[in-house]
């Protein structure tokens, strides 16, 4: 399995608009954050996880077009949705089924009613919207019949409650704050943890960089990778060199490899 980041960084991006601070002004290429996204492959099957604004940008920058056979979305704030319409291009391949459950499933129909339209018109993206529910697993399945399992569990984003996923060995969460006693149960035995890591000082609705190393600690991932990081947070470098072994910040386009297929799952 491999997992993409394709965009590392908070709502507002790094660098953010207007600001002349010393990350937003860094020539370091490990400081440029686009909104949060991430791309699994796993089994033939291309899991997209998040489609924010920066999505057209973000698949321009990697080096191939293919199907995205499944795209998984958190919640239904913009940074994680505002590029569904930009699903287009991969429509030619197939239709994109976009997964989410009941409450933001209903807010991506109110807001852009025309990719959900029983009867839409040529031109629109063809993205069919599945419901799914907290700790019921489901499948992606690509063209050729091959299929990946995805197990949704829940997290607490301030006051709102959204998704993290877990696809074999690999968990993806993001704008966490805490999380549900029972939803540790779907994160042991993990390879990988890609998990939110805002900024140094504590945020009403994030996780802190203590907050996610005590997380980190807790979920004992074999490695755990930082993201939805903003410029508060410090030079990556800087960072990186002061984080424990096994954890590590994320950056975009860093292509993580991990060992067996998520599912044709081997014991250790």
Known sequence: MKVTILGSGTSTG???VGCTCQICTSIDPHDKRLRCSGLVEADGVRILIDCGPDFREQTL???DFKPIDGVLI???HYDHVGGLDDLRPFCKFRDVPVYAE?????????RIPYCFDEHPYPGVPRIPLTRIEPFVPFLVTNCNGDAVEVVPFRVVHGRLPILGF???KVAWITDMSYMPEESYACLNGLDCLFMNALRISPHPTHQSLEEALRQAARIQARE???IHISHQLGLHTEVEHR???????AFDGMEIETLPSPYRDTED
């Open 166 to 168: 877990r696809i074999g």
């Open 102 to 110: 009941a409450y933001t499933a209903d807010r991506l129909q109110k």
């Open 224 to 226: 755990t990778y930082f």
């Open 61 to 63: 920058r990697l080096s």
């Open 74 to 76: 958190t919640h239904e």
């Open 243 to 249: 984080l424990p072994p096994h954890v590590h910040l």
């Open 14 to 16: 790094v660098p953010q």
